[in-house]
């Protein structure tokens, strides 16, 4: 029988559990806790969608800078009167017999220009300030990538345990069913022999029966359970997951050593706490772009530009006339931009932005607080469930020792069987209550090591 012993040692009075297994069948080639963390934190989707956030914002810093680089366009027209504009002009020295008016076209047939322009931004408060917040959102993207790193690895942990603990139900059931298959037989065989009733011996099949029950209800849920588990690691359902760790292997994977560093713990080590701060940080730039707003805007520019007319299409042609040459042109000069007025539109973004600073503020003195909290609840959680799980090994032992010597009466003819379907039920409750104390003690580990912020890869 699948039985669980714990083992407490100090070091550096600091409680440790060791989970011991008597008996733990293991599925060679699987894959264990380390190996499906592990491959979480490179399929999980939500992980993935937050590298993409980093990326993204590392673009934007790029895209952020270019506006503060030099801007060069090039550009060229090309046009063609199909009829020439013109204008009536007064003849001022009329000769007898001439009109009064005189239509004159200005332009010739074919026009065609070519420029090069550049653009320098010279000064802006609010794209210096832009630039400087483009850089801290690429760590508020870290920041939040760290966090969904780690939330990846509670859940995959959690999705992990609860499959080896529902496999660990089933063989204390298959090791009981086992147990009572014999003893249901040998009652039978008194039967027919004429030695028992036949009441003892349809307890004993119920008791059985139930047994397969419950063995088949589990083993439906472990099938449940490990699709829950591939969705949290990221990984296609119709792929074939076969699971090494037992509850034994999990507990030494996740170690209680920081428990002694405990009066040194701070809510700031916590990933949710840099998210909170740096939406504060973010802010306050925010904030500050809004008034760097009120400064004036200064842009520097050149621009060169080549310019033709001509009576006919004759590019192609060579030795024309001083009317048909490029005409060049430069230019250079500043252009400044100050919003005098702006309809109080600035002091509003202002005021909203400083409502979500305080907000912002609030909720990250509301995190230290549940922070706080939940490392003490997760650190008193872990006492106690250690000492369940030492309380419960206890019934179990003594479970197992009162089944073993209800047996040992039945076989020498001074018990009945329903002392021994009552002993079974008992040992059978024992062991279910030790099982979801070990888990709870398991679990407990995880929710401290996510309360205190420390990966558990």
Same mark, same amino acid.
Do not use: C
């Given at each position: 029988?699948? !039985?669980?012993?714990?083992?407490?040692?100090?070091?550096? @009075?600091?409680?440790? #559990?060791?989970?011991?297994?008597?008996?733990?069948?293991?599925?060679?080639?699987?894959?264990?806790?380390?190996?499906?963390?592990? *491959?979480?934190?490179?399929?999980?989707?939500?992980?993935?969608?937050?590298?993409?956030?980093?990326?993204? @914002?590392?673009?934007?810093?790029?895209?952020?800078?270019?506006?503060? /680089?030099?801007?060069?366009?090039?550009?060229?027209?090309?046009?063609?009167?199909?009829?020439?504009?013109?204008?009536?002009?007064?003849?001022?020295?009329?000769?007898?017999? $001439?009109?009064?008016?005189?239509? /004159? =076209?200005?332009?010739?047939? +074919?026009? @065609?220009?070519? #420029?090069?322009?550049?653009?320098?931004?010279? &000064?802006?408060?609010?794209?210096?300030?832009?630039?400087?917040?483009?850089?801290? &959102?690429?760590?508020?993207?870290?920041?939040?990538?760290?966090?969904?790193?780690?939330?990846?690895?509670?859940?995959?942990?959690?999705?992990?345990?609860?499959? $080896?603990?529902?496999?660990?139900?089933?063989?204390?059931?298959?090791?009981?069913?086992?147990?009572? %298959?014999?003893?249901?037989?040998?009652?039978?065989? !008194? *039967?027919?022999?004429?030695?028992?009733?036949?009441?003892?011996?349809?307890?004993?099949?119920?008791?059985?029966?139930?047994?397969?029950?419950?063995?088949?209800?589990?083993?439906?849920?472990?099938?449940?359970?490990?699709?829950?588990?591939?969705?949290?690691?990221?990984?296609?359902?119709?792929?074939?997951?076969?699971?090494?760790?037992? +509850?034994?292997?999990?507990?030494?994977?996740?170690?209680?050593?920081?428990?002694?560093?405990?009066?040194?713990?701070?809510?700031?080590?916590?990933?949710? &706490?840099?998210?909170?701060?740096?939406?504060?940080? !973010?802010?306050?730039?925010?904030?500050?772009?809004?008034?760097?707003?009120?400064?004036?805007?200064?842009?520097? &520019?050149?621009?060169?530009?080549?310019?033709?007319?001509?009576? %006919?299409?004759?590019?192609?042609?060579?030795? /024309? #006339?001083?009317?048909?040459?490029? +005409?060049?042109?430069?230019?250079?000069? /500043?252009?400044? =931009?100050?919003?005098?007025?702006?309809?109080?539109?600035?002091?509003?973004? +202002?005021?909203?932005?400083?409502?979500?600073?305080?907000?912002? %503020?609030?909720?990250?003195?509301?995190?230290?607080?549940?922070?706080?909290?939940?490392?003490?609840? $997760?650190?008193?959680?872990?006492?106690?469930?250690?000492?369940?799980?030492?309380?419960?090994?206890?019934?179990?032992?003594?479970?197992?020792?009162? *089944?073993?010597?209800?047996?040992?009466?039945?076989?020498?003819?001074?018990?009945?069987?329903?002392?021994?379907?009552?002993? %079974?039920?008992?040992?059978?409750?024992?062991?279910?209550?030790?099982?979801?104390?070990? *888990?709870? !003690?398991?679990?407990?580990?995880?929710?401290?090591?996510?309360?205190?912020?420390?990966?558990?890869?």
């Amino acid at each position: 029988m699948a !039985l669980f012993a714990i083992s407490e040692t100090q070091s550096q @009075s600091v409680d440790s #559990t060791k989970i011991e297994l008597i008996t733990t069948p293991t599925v060679k080639n699987g894959m264990s806790l380390k190996e499906a963390i592990n *491959y979480a934190l490179q399929n999980n989707p939500e992980l993935k969608k937050s590298k993409f956030d980093v990326s993204i @914002s590392r673009e934007t810093v790029k895209q952020t800078v270019a506006i503060g /680089l030099p801007q060069v366009t090039a550009s060229g027209a090309y046009q063609h009167y199909n009829r020439i504009p013109g204008n009536w002009i007064k003849n001022f020295a009329p000769t007898p017999g $001439a009109p009064e008016y005189i239509f /004159l =076209q200005f332009q010739q047939q +074919i026009n @065609s220009t070519g #420029t090069l322009g550049v653009n320098q931004l010279l &000064f802006d408060g609010s794209y210096l300030v832009g630039l400087k917040a483009t850089k801290q &959102f690429v760590d508020m993207s870290k920041f939040l990538e760290a966090k969904t790193e780690y939330d990846v690895q509670v859940n995959v942990s959690k999705a992990y345990l609860m499959v $080896a603990s529902t496999r660990m139900n089933i063989e204390l059931l298959e090791s009981n069913i086992a147990v009572l %298959e014999k003893s249901t037989s040998d009652v039978k065989a !008194l *039967y027919e022999e004429g030695f028992s009733e036949e009441l003892d011996y349809k307890r004993l099949q119920l008791s059985l029966n139930n047994l397969k029950v419950q063995k088949q209800k589990l083993e439906n849920a472990v099938e449940m359970l490990i699709n829950v588990l591939k969705l949290q690691m990221g990984m296609d359902l119709t792929e074939s997951l076969e699971l090494s760790d037992d +509850i034994k292997s999990i507990d030494e994977y996740i170690r209680m050593s920081d428990i002694a560093n405990a009066s040194s713990w701070t809510p700031s080590v916590r990933p949710e &706490f840099h998210v909170l701060n740096q939406a504060i940080t !973010l802010g306050k730039l925010d904030k500050k772009r809004y008034q760097m707003g009120y400064l004036p805007k200064l842009v520097g &520019f050149y621009q060169h530009q080549q310019m033709t007319m001509r009576p %006919e299409f004759n590019f192609f042609e060579s030795n /024309l #006339t001083p009317n048909n040459n490029w +005409i060049p042109s430069d230019l250079f000069g /500043l252009q400044i =931009q100050w919003t005098l007025f702006d309809g109080l539109n600035a002091q509003s973004k +202002i005021r909203e932005v400083q409502y979500k600073i305080d907000k912002a %503020e609030v909720d990250l003195k509301a995190f230290e607080n549940a922070a706080s909290m939940e490392w003490k609840n $997760a650190q008193n959680t872990y006492n106690i469930q250690l000492e369940q799980a030492a309380n419960q090994k206890a019934n179990l032992d003594l479970a197992q020792d009162i *089944y073993d010597k209800t047996q040992i009466k039945f076989q020498e003819g001074v018990g009945s069987t329903l002392e021994i379907t009552q002993a %079974e039920s008992e040992l059978k409750n024992a062991q279910i209550n030790y099982l979801n104390a070990v *888990y709870d !003690l398991v679990l407990a580990k995880i929710d401290y090591h996510k309360a205190i912020g420390k990966p558990l890869n």
